[in-house]
């Protein structure tokens, strides 16, 4: 079993929909990272959230350290949004361990 | 605003033969890590250095890569000889100090392979 689990692995929507993206991990963690993957590869880091909940315009991760679980949603969804977004955790070392991503469509 | 820069983006080899990538972290970044991600994914990390010294490359298959950051600032990944499992997207990133800092990531080059 991987140490990041994430659901669901694939995700279409309309535009405007509100999207959640889930991500469950198995170990003591002390900071978890949503991260955003266009096409051709770059990956850009949305959140880094170690409690409570961040905010960034049309984007909210939570996470719930007891339950070992962080969500990402993005209101208001437009297709410049689909991307695969990946959550990685960082144990006590610098290591980050990635999940294996959630592919975002968002049709117009 | 400053960047990872990543040569080439696209690689295309024939097994057997010797592959190398580039990498140039942004400027005053201590900490930079080679990823590979295979298609489906996420990234695994091969290697991370702190300065010029590698600090984990427990994942790095050591009879065929070879990485290196003489300097302390741009970074070398080799691959001799190349095999058709080797087809990934390589990510560089780095990092200001390490530890809870923002990775910032490079474009990647994708190798393929054949």
């Known amino acids: 079993k991987n140490e990041v689990e994430q659901s669901p692995q694939n995700l279409t929507a309309q535009e405007g929909e509100f999207i959640t993206i889930n991500c469950s991990y198995s170990?003591?963690?002390?900071?978890l990272h949503w991260l955003q993957q266009h096409p051709g590869g770059g990956i850009v880091s949305l959140f880094m959230?170690?409690?409570g909940k961040k905010k960034h315009g049309r984007l909210i991760a939570t996470i719930n350290i007891q339950e070992k679980h962080s969500s990402l949603h993005i209101t208001a969804s437009h297709p410049r949004d689909s991307a695969v977004y990946i959550c990685a955790v960082r144990r006590s070392g610098d290591k980050l361990t990635f999940g294996t991503g959630t592919r975002l469509a968002v049709r117009p | 605003e400053a960047e990872v820069a990543q040569s080439p983006r696209y690689k295309i080899t024939e097994k057997s033969q010797a592959v190398a990538f580039w990498c140039d972290p942004i400027s005053g970044h201590a900490t930079l890590y080679w990823y590979r991600q295979i298609l489906g994914q996420g990234p695994e990390l091969l290697v991370q250095f702190q300065d010029e010294s590698v600090v984990d490359d427990s994942q790095l298959p050591k009879d065929r890569f070879s990485a290196e950051r003489l300097k302390g600032v741009d970074s070398t990944l080799k691959i001799q000889p190349a095999e058709l499992g080797d087809s990934a997207m390589y990510l560089c990133?780095?990092?200001?100090?390490?530890?809870?800092?923002?990775?910032?990531f490079g474009p990647g080059t994708r190798l393929t392979v054949l």
């Open positions: 170990v003591g963690i002390s900071a």
């Open positions: 990133a780095s990092s200001l100090t390490g530890r809870t800092d923002t990775q910032y």
């Open positions: 959230l170690s409690s």
